[in-house]
């Protein structure tokens, strides 16, 4: 039985490379137009594929210990 992302404990999920900017909201437990926002000021890596955009793992470790 596999589970999904929403049972995986946050430090699972900080093991992958990428997020997307819902699932890194829900993760992170804000809205995702508050992520928009720190991308647009500077304050948030990000990565734009296209119209796709993520954040790396390594920003929400970084978010995750000092905040945005």
């Known amino acids: 039985?596999?589970?999904?992302?929403e049972t995986l404990t946050l430090e699972a999920r900080v093991s992958r490379t990428a997020f997307g900017i819902a699932e890194a909201a829900r993760s992170l437990g804000c809205h995702p137009d508050t992520l928009r926002r720190a991308i647009n000021d500077g304050r948030l890596k990000a990565i734009r594929l296209s119209r796709r955009v993520l954040i790396p793992a390594s920003e929400m470790a970084r978010i995750l210990a000092e905040g945005l």
Do not use: A, E
């Not at 039985?1 to 992302?5: A, D, E, F, L, T």
């Open 1 to 5: 039985m596999h589970k999904n992302s």
